[in-house]
């Protein structure tokens, strides 16, 4: 097995010595190198006439890739290592080891084991996604989980609301419980003369660790989108959510200056730039890889293992929502899965009875966190290559099922918390901001393409031909046959005929 970086990498693997890369790797790879001797013209217009617009857009945004090939031990396949493992673990269960009688341990015993093997399988045979660092068995590791917590919430959506609750009781006894939502809102001074020990309690108060958290989630959302002004957009419509529906969950319910001061400036506005300085450095950083063994001094040894938990090479996203209605519709469908990802985070704990501190919500979010970069990633070679991925990738469509499943549990668990009737006003807002909305595109890319269109036809009818103007005997014009218009004037063919 080869190694997985210079395999997978969407730029071209370069050695450190700088050679011309040969022939059939630019037509592969759809690099044209100027300077290589041995390079002639007509190659290079054949490569470019082969390479699409959106692939050369593409390869602009992303660095270039110096790697030495070195493969190791580290990157080598065990398969057969992890399938002997795997068979000495099952051969000890089953003969060496005394099967307790208790029913529910063995259950529970049986699933974890179950759920086990599959991971060992799916991490050795499951196929690589666009991410190669730490190392490919990570993500494939990430994607078999994918498809465990999606079967886990299918189980969840059959059963019936009793029996669900119930049932998290099998994954920590103290779930179950219903549990009292904690209300942000209430007295929002921020400095209330009638407390004179601590006129600045609220603010104390909504210092809880969700505050770090936010600054924390907002940097990782920017890593994974990698667009500013998404992520404002995001973030900004995410607290006229909780606007909307704080007369369904008290978690909702916050001081104006908890929205718009805390959350959009202070913990998402911080966390967003924090991103955008780490996205600026990633871009300019200096992609050379060398194996271990190759370093000579410590320092750069430890320096090796140290970027070896950054990417391998690095793809700036230009989204481009205007560009045309593909990409605009794939942006209002990310900036939709991630409030609605979002809102199922706060609905699913209501509806489950989870404390918001528990290990499981924590879980989810890392779950999310692993799994979100892969997907942006598969979403974005989607749009901006069709050609070349026809398909959107197993990470992007596992993560849209999720989304949607978790929301079905929502709606079935407890479907009078969200059909609660939405104030009259709010509904106005919302309604006037789709409509605008849908007026925009059809005039970005439906009105406005049209008469674009029907101005060049004109244009092009009012612009007169030469032959048109040139005198035939009498001194008039004629319009020129069918012939002349595609091979010039019999003047001109009977020249090149001789």
Same mark, same amino acid.
């Given at each position: ?131 190669? /660092? ?208 979002? !809102? ?15 290990? !499981? ?82 005039? /970005? ?7 674009? /269109? ?45």
């Amino acid at each position: 097995m080869t190694k997985p970086e210079a395999k997978r990498s969407g730029v071209a693997a370069v050695n450190v010595a700088g050679k011309c890369a040969t022939a059939a790797e630019q037509v592969n790879n759809g690099l044209v190198d100027p300077d290589c001797p041995g390079q002639s013209v007509p190659s290079k217009a054949k490569v470019m006439k082969q390479t699409s617009k959106e692939s050369l857009q593409r390869r602009n945004t992303e660095c270039e890739v110096y790697d030495d090939g070195t493969n190791t031990f580290f990157w080598r396949a065990h398969t057969l290592t992890v399938l002997f493992i795997l068979t000495c673990a099952l051969v000890y269960v089953t003969l060496l080891e005394e099967t307790p009688q208790d029913t529910a341990y063995n259950t529970k015993r049986g699933i974890i084991a179950s759920i086990l093997v599959f991971l060992c399988f799916g991490v050795t045979q499951a196929k690589d996604g666009p991410f190669t /660092r730490p190392h490919p068995a990570y993500w494939r590791f990430w994607l078999c989980v994918s498809v465990v917590y999606e079967l886990f919430l299918i189980f969840i959506l059959f059963q019936t609301v009793h029996d669900g609750r119930h049932f998290m009781k099998y994954i920590d006894p103290k779930l179950g419980v219903p549990l009292p939502e904690r209300g942000y809102g209430g007295n929002c001074l921020i400095y209330d003369p009638g407390n004179t020990t601590d006129p600045f309690h609220n603010i104390w108060d909504k210092m809880d660790g969700f505050v770090p958290a936010h600054f924390l989630g907002w940097y990782i959302k920017t890593l994974v989108i990698r667009d500013w002004w998404m992520c404002m957009i995001i973030s900004v419509m995410f607290e006229f959510l909780e606007y909307s529906l704080e007369h369904q969950l008290p978690n909702f319910s916050e001081c104006w200056w908890d929205h718009w001061i805390m959350d959009v400036l202070v913990c998402n506005g911080l966390g967003i730039y924090c991103g955008m300085k780490t996205l600026a450095w990633l871009s300019m950083k200096p992609y050379q890889w060398q194996g271990l063994w190759n370093i000579p001094t410590y320092k750069g040894k430890i320096k090796r293992i140290a970027f070896q938990f950054t990417p391998y090479s690095w793809v700036k996203f230009e989204w481009k929502p205007a560009s045309n209605l593909r990409r605009w519709l794939t942006v209002l469908g990310i900036i939709f899965v991630f409030l609605l990802a979002e !809102l199922n985070t706060f609905y699913l704990k209501f509806v489950l009875w989870m404390p918001p501190e528990h290990y !499981l919500v924590l879980l989810r979010l890392v779950f999310f966190v692993n799994v979100g970069g892969v997907a942006m990633r598969e979403i974005y070679d989607f749009i901006g290559d069709p050609k070349f991925h026809k398909k959107l990738g197993q990470q992007a469509w596992l993560v849209v099922a999720i989304t949607v499943t978790e929301f079905l549990i929502v709606v079935k668990y407890d479907p009078n918390t969200i059909m609660l009737p939405i104030p009259f006003f709010i509904m106005q807002c919302w309604f006037l901001g789709i409509l605008l909305i849908v007026t925009w595109t059809l005039w /970005r890319f439906f009105i406005r393409d049209i008469t674009l /269109r029907y101005k060049e036809t004109r244009r092009r009818k009012q612009e007169v031909p030469a032959d048109w103007d040139r005198p035939v005997g009498n001194g008039s014009t004629a319009a020129p046959s069918g012939r002349s218009k595609l091979n010039g004037s019999s003047e001109t063919v009977r020249q090149r005929k001789s």
